[in-house]
């Protein structure tokens, strides 16, 4: 029965992983587009917005995206606490190195600084444009919420892209881990397809954390 309750929460931690990751790929995308020319960015990035908070379909994926976040940290958490709990006392002479890498022995400390990332975030965009918290957001001249003068103000100040940007590798170091982990939890063992995973798995961990990172530095100097 425990290794049923085990199985069933790293199944729905791989699960909401691999979903989060494909949300990333879309939102990493959009942020790109504050790449582009100011005349140019305002307008595409507000009117993508509106699109995300207006569109029914859109507005369904974000429960699930919702949804997906609180599942993943609260399973995490109890699988997190389990194995402290069947490991309360540390061996004399520790060769888990040797077994495992640093990032999957510290994927609690991790999740954590990811998730101090997700309220940041939250509190500085969804909060202000989805609640209406703190200072209230104008308008552009098409009519949309200006989301894009609420990142290009938040990007301009140094602590908040410091911030952003050291987090971007904890992400980075999560996504690598947990992008491989979760297709053996679902059952994938093929030998060769793990290390196509793994390398797919670089590859994603690195254009997030960089992609995430980086961004914020070039609006600042923009």
């Not at 790449?35 to 990035?45: I, K, N, Q, S």
């Not at 940041?120 to 949309?144: C, E």
């Amino acid at each position: 029965m425990a290794l049923n309750k085990l199985f069933f929460r790293k199944t729905i931690v791989a699960g909401t992983g691999l979903f989060l990751c494909i949300f990333l790929i879309v939102h990493l995308s959009a942020n790109c587009i504050l790449l582009l020319p100011e005349e140019t960015a305002r307008g595409l990035y507000n009117s993508y917005s509106t699109t995300l908070r207006e569109n029914p379909l859109i507005k369904l994926v974000a429960y699930a995206l919702y949804a997906s976040i609180l599942l993943h940290i609260i399973y995490a958490l109890l699988i997190t606490l389990r194995n402290r709990k069947a490991k309360p006392q540390k061996y004399i002479v520790n060769h888990a190195n040797e077994n495992s890498s640093w990032t999957s022995q510290n994927m609690g400390l991790i999740g954590t600084m990811i998730l101090l990332f997700i309220v940041v975030h939250l509190a500085n965009f969804w909060a202000r444009i989805k609640l209406g918290m703190g200072d209230s957001v104008g308008l552009d001249v098409a009519g949309n919420v200006d989301v894009y003068e609420v990142t290009s103000n938040l990007f301009h100040n140094l602590y908040y892209v410091i911030f952003y940007t050291v987090l971007a590798i904890p992400l980075a170091l999560h996504l690598y881990h947990g992008f491989k982990s979760a297709f053996k939890t679902l059952g994938f063992y093929h030998r060769r397809g793990l290390r196509i995973v793994a390398k797919t798995a670089l590859i994603y961990a690195i254009i997030m954390g960089v992609g995430f990172g980086i961004i914020p530095f070039i609006v600042y100097f923009k």
